[in-house]
């Protein structure tokens, strides 16, 4: 890991002055904001995060004035709108109403201008001339602002000259270093938690055998660059005991994924077994499919049903769920919904219908924040016979994960409840295709396809390739209606994105996951540079040279027709409602304290795991998440919903930003497929069937949800402690 770098001044003059320059004017003013009321009353985005207020100067002209300006969602293929370095990028949107002529607070002053300058005054960027009324304004992409609104004689002035009128803060702003009180409040050990050798701890009812033996509780490792106050720093281990595998077997090295390439009525082996590995140095037990890690490629042609004999040869009983698949309800692979739990040494018979082509995955349903994370899963690959994408020259498959490894091992997991439960476990490791090192050879001018498959716990990743031109084509469950430029790919755990991308120069290519996180100590942003992988591009050319193709964004028709038949139904009320909310009990007094300071502000994705001393420390007993229906007040597997095969329906899920931690959700619907029509009242321009869909902080959505599968079905948060935590519901399908 690259250490993080503090978004000091002068580096940030130079990353906004080269977004802002680059940023298309916004034509579009959304008629549901944060700002407004109106259709989106009911569940409505963050006013505190993403509406500011700007505020009269004490002048009498000035009484009558209000004004607020937006940070509206720009219509994106991805659930984040983020720029390649991970800043993210707002459509605004300045209100105002009886600003009084210019005149009258500045002699001469003819105009109102527009301005947003950082919290040093330098640099300060002209916005554009506004008025009464609506004014749409270039887009920003700022981590802390400052808004300003000025009487100026000239629009053509490029510096800020006349009085200021209004003036405003973005959220992020509130963020603040700790003051003499947080910092006494940090500077104390923590009494009040049991300590580590409580005698009661983790002894609830242990999940697995005695496996569990040789863990031993590991701090995690903290990002360089970042510290933490000192008692949080001497937080005690979660109050549960630590488990890692630790069989009475010899236990073979994983070895690479393999392609099992299968056709209709095709019978497939897949066993859940140990399997060494090693990673960053450090040799651990953990699982494999067949002994691979990733598990086998299903490659299947759409239309295909596949018997899948499943063997369960590890400790825990378990499940594999089908993620994305449209399959027959009882093999879906949700424990005491669609099955009973495979008990180690067990077996169960999968019968898979590939009825859709696109890209999926499949992992166990059962403490998937031990198992999955281990090494159980592997991609599925369904290909229509005639695909609608663009032509490349090669196409690879990677499967994006992260482990939390410090330099005494792997940080242990807990037995009998999950822990990392406030953001979900976040590692410091990062893999591809189970690899720290993957890397591809390719000609100069190749296209390249990569089907991209996030498998971790938590982590939300934002993709990009060097230099090279990155087009979007497909995500979950097919193609988008159109294929579309973008800077980079932002990725949510359990999510699947396919992109092309050129490789046109000879050299080295760093894939990267490159976000701004927060140090939520000292309320700085930093920014962080991680490599995934590596393209070595040599000097011969690419043959065939798709480069034409490659330049050219196409339309696929198939998929326009098929959203089509739905369109009538984009306008329709809401039909179901969920908000997503947090609740803790228990939690250590610093942390609890801490939390409460940090509650200022929510970034809307938090991208690293920049406090993983108390995210390590919170247990599924201490917090809870939770989906909750406002109109009967029903919470997770409480709540009750029941449609019939071919219903429509329309859901709005907004993620309250009123929590103790607010954070992003993967949310997912097993079984069915599903359209995101809007987010923060913005409606998407390009649409593309979902089953998993990045919902940030703050945010609401709707989606149309079809309903085309009988069965009780399973949706839930993909952050895998969120979902251990209990968040989770059930629908049915009649």
Not at 432 to 438: C, H, K, Q
Not at 476 to 498: C, K, L, T
Not at 588 to 613: A, I, K
Request: charged letters at 20%; proline letters at 8%; hydrophobic letters at 40%.
């Amino acid at each position: 890991m690259i250490p993080p770098r503090s978004l000091a001044v002068p580096a940030l003059v130079v990353f906004i002055t080269a977004s802002m320059a680059k940023a298309p004017h916004n034509t579009q003013a959304a008629a549901s904001t944060p700002c407004s009321t109106g259709a989106n009353a009911v569940l409505p985005p963050s006013r505190d995060l993403y509406c500011i207020e700007l505020v009269p100067v004490p002048v009498a002209a000035l009484e009558r004035t209000s004004a607020t300006f937006e940070l509206n969602r720009i219509p994106s293929p991805f659930g984040a709108n983020v720029t390649r370095d991970g800043a993210i990028v707002y459509s605004a949107v300045l209100r105002a109403e009886n600003l009084p002529e210019p005149s009258v607070v500045q002699p001469g002053a003819r105009v109102w201008v527009a301005w947003i300058a950082t919290p040093v005054m330098s640099p300060t960027l002209k916005l554009g001339v506004i008025r009464n009324g609506v004014t749409a304004l270039p887009n920003v992409d700022w981590m802390k602002f400052l808004v300003l609104v000025t009487a100026e004689q000239s629009a053509d002035v490029t510096e800020p000259t006349g009085r200021p009128a209004l003036r405003g803060f973005s959220a992020s702003w509130r963020m603040q270093p700790p003051d003499l009180t947080q910092f006494l409040y940090g500077s104390v050990t923590d009494s009040t938690r049991a300590p580590a050798t409580d005698p009661h701890a983790g002894h609830a009812t242990p999940a697995a055998t005695s496996a569990s033996a040789i863990a031993k509780w590991i701090h995690p490792p903290m990002p360089r660059g970042l510290a933490m106050m000192p008692s949080e720093m001497q937080l005690p281990p979660p109050k549960t005991s630590p488990y890692l595998p630790n069989p009475a077997v010899t236990v073979p090295a994983a070895r690479p994924r393999e392609i099992v390439r299968v056709e209709d009525g095709d019978t497939v082996f897949l066993t859940a077994g140990f399997v060494r590995q090693t990673v960053n140095g450090q040799s651990f037990i953990g699982y494999g499919y067949n002994g691979q890690v990733p598990g086998p490629i299903i490659w299947a042609p759409q239309g295909a049903k596949v018997l899948v004999r499943y063997r369960n040869r590890i400790e825990w009983p378990n499940t594999v769920h089908w993620h994305g698949i449209r399959l027959e309800n009882r093999f879906d692979g949700v424990p005491d919904l669609t099955q009973a739990p495979v008990p180690p040494n067990g077996d169960f018979d999968y019968i898979v219908h590939f009825r859709d082509s696109g890209l999926y995955w499949y992992h166990p349903h059962v403490r998937e924040d031990i198992l999955k994370d281990l090494g159980l899963y592997g991609n599925l690959m369904v290909r229509a016979p005639h695909e609608e994408y663009s032509a490349a020259n090669r196409e690879e498959v990677l499967m994006l994960d992260d482990m939390e490894i410090s330099a005494e091992g792997v940080i242990p997991y807990g037995t009998d409840r999950a822990t990392h439960a406030l953001m979900g476990r976040m590692g410091n490791v990062f893999l591809v295709n189970g690899r720290t090192d993957w890397s591809v050879q390719v000609n100069r001018g190749e296209v390249v396809r990569f089907f991209l498959t996030n498998v971790t716990n938590s982590r939300t990743f934002n993709v990009s390739f060097g230099n090279a031109r990155i087009k979007v084509l497909g995500s979950d469950v097919g193609n988008f209606e159109r294929e579309e430029w973008v800077q980079s790919v932002v990725v949510a755990p359990a999510e699947r994105y396919i992109v092309n991308v050129r490789f046109e120069a000879t050299g080295r290519v760093a894939i990267e996951n490159r976000v701004i996180a927060i140090d939520h100590t000292f309320g700085r942003f930093i920014e962080q540079v991680d490599t995934l992988g590596t393209v070595r591009v040599g000097a011969a050319r690419a043959a065939p040279d798709h480069s034409s193709a490659f330049t050219a964004l196409r339309t696929h028709s198939s998929v326009v027709a098929d959203i089509d038949r739905y369109r009538g139904q984009f306008n329709r009320p809401v039909d179901k409602q969920l908000a997503i909310r947090m609740e803790s009990q228990n939690l250590p007094f610093v942390v609890d304290r801490f939390l409460r300071f940090d509650s200022v502000y929510f970034h809307p994705v938090e991208w690293s795991g920049t406090m993983p001393m108390m995210n390590w420390n919170a247990t599924t007993a201490e917090v809870k998440w939770i989906l909750e229906e406002p109109g009967t007040g029903r919470r997770n597997m409480d709540i009750k919903w029941d449609f019939r095969v071919g219903d429509l329906v329309k859901i709005r899920i907004a993620n309250l930003r009123e929590t103790l931690h607010g954070m992003q959700h993967p949310i997912h619907f097993h079984g069915q497929r599903f359209l995101v029509l809007e987010q923060n009242g913005v409606r998407n321009t390009n649409l593309a069937w979902k089953d998993t869909f990045l919902l940030p902080a703050g945010n609401t959505a709707d989606i149309l949800l079809e309903v085309s599968n009988p069965g009780s079905w399973m949706a839930h948060c993909h952050i895998s402690e969120h979902m251990e935590s209990g968040m989770m519901m059930s629908f049915t399908a009649r």
